[in-house]
């Protein structure tokens, strides 16, 4: 039904919705774009990350509080 769907979007409720919408949509396609550049940095960050913290907790229990 064209005439429903058409409605539905002129309708004066719905056009903050359908902003909210697009804008979600542009920022999903950015997030995807910076996702992909930024894996294989992420994944290096994460790894050094828990390498820190395992040391960190090594150290903790060396100290026995």
Request: no cysteine; proline share 3%; aromatic share 14%.
């Amino acid at each position: 039904m064209p005439g429903i769907n058409h409605t539905l979007v002129r309708h004066p409720r719905f056009l903050k919705y359908n902003w909210q919408v697009g804008a979600m949509g542009t920022y999903s396609m950015f997030l995807e774009g910076a996702t992909r550049g930024m894996q294989a940095g992420m994944a290096e960050i994460i790894t050094h990350f828990f390498k820190a913290w395992r040391l960190l907790q090594k150290n903790l229990a060396r100290l026995d509080f």
